[in-house]
């Protein structure tokens, strides 16, 4: 099994749209792995983790046919996470061949969005009902969907909405992905990630060197998390340690990011990056 990492930043890209400030700029010069679009992952060719407006160009970079796709867990609401108007051209008017529907799963705030976007005048006469579904979620529900076993947890995010992260059980395999969150979870959250042994863990590592007052993490509080998971018992020396979803304001280019994850068996993802297990 493995984990495609399509896109690996935060919000504002890296290098960010409008920045100048000196890692941006290192990101321009270096290209490559320093060049990192917005956060969206394709496990086992089959199951998508969020969609943001960077899923069109991940599409074509990563060579996807979308409409073979079924299953879409979304993390929260906020942009970088969830740009819902593209889901209108998986209607037979703007595309052609998808097969079956996409199911999306979210909280309320991305269904609201979801329905404020697709419901508007412009797409009125073409109604996606038989091409996409969405499904509410909340923290502690699980659920089947294209043979995987999905259990949403609530993240440390933004408080204005439950904000979810994502275990994924198939074929024996079992994944924690933990983008957007900060490391101090509910208890509730703990116990549904504590009854589980993990394939690959994917934390949050916003901040880079810099440590994250909840909200999101850094380096230093995703290791303290890993940490816990290998204390719980969760993750031992089998487990693939990854983290992402990096800012430029963590101050870090690709190469000192690798280099920190090397000396502790993590791996910093890069865009394009495919992680086995």
């Known amino acids: 099994m493995k984990m495609l990492y399509m896109g690996t930043a935060a919000a504002e890209g890296w290098p960010a749209l409008f920045c100048s400030c000196p890692v941006c700029e290192h990101a321009r010069r270096a290209g490559g792995k ?25 599409a074509l970079r990563y060579g996807l046919n979308l409409g073979d796709i079924h299953t879409l867990l979304i993390t929260h609401s906020h ?42 005048d412009r797409f009125k006469p073409h109604p996606i009902d038989d091409v996409v579904r969405f499904h509410v979620v ?51 959250a703990w116990d549904l990630i504590a009854a589980e042994t993990y394939s690959l863990v994917s934390l949050d590592a916003t901040m880079g060197q810099k440590t994250a007052e909840r909200y999101h993490m850094g380096l230093p509080d995703a290791e303290r998390m890993f ?30 990011l690798t280099a920190w994850g090397a000396v502790r068996g993590i791996r910093a993802a890069y865009d394009g990056m495919e992680a086995e297990f």
């Open 138 to 188: 909340r923290g502690g529900d699980r659920f089947w969907s294209g043979g995987w076993e999905i259990l949403a947890v609530p993240a440390d995010h933004d408080k204005r909405e439950e904000s979810l992260v994502y275990i994924c059980k198939k074929d024996g395999k079992t994944v924690f992905y933990g983008h957007d969150t900060g490391c101090e979870l509910s208890r509730a």
């Open 227 to 256: 940490r816990k998971l290998e204390e719980l018992g969760c993750i031992d020396a089998h487990t693939v340690k990854v983290v992402s979803h990096f800012s430029h304001n963590g101050e870090m280019s690709h190469e000192e």
């Open 79 to 120: 942009m970088d996470h969830w740009f819902p108007t593209d889901l209108i051209h998986r209607h037979e008017h703007f595309g052609h061949g998808a097969t079956g529907v996409l199911d999306v799963y979210g909280n309320e705030a991305v269904e609201k969005s979801f329905y404020e976007n697709l419901l508007i």
């Open 34 to 58: 320093n060049l990192r679009t917005r956060t969206q992952a394709l496990l086992d060719n089959s199951l998508l983790i969020d969609f943001p407006p960077d899923t069109y160009c991940h």
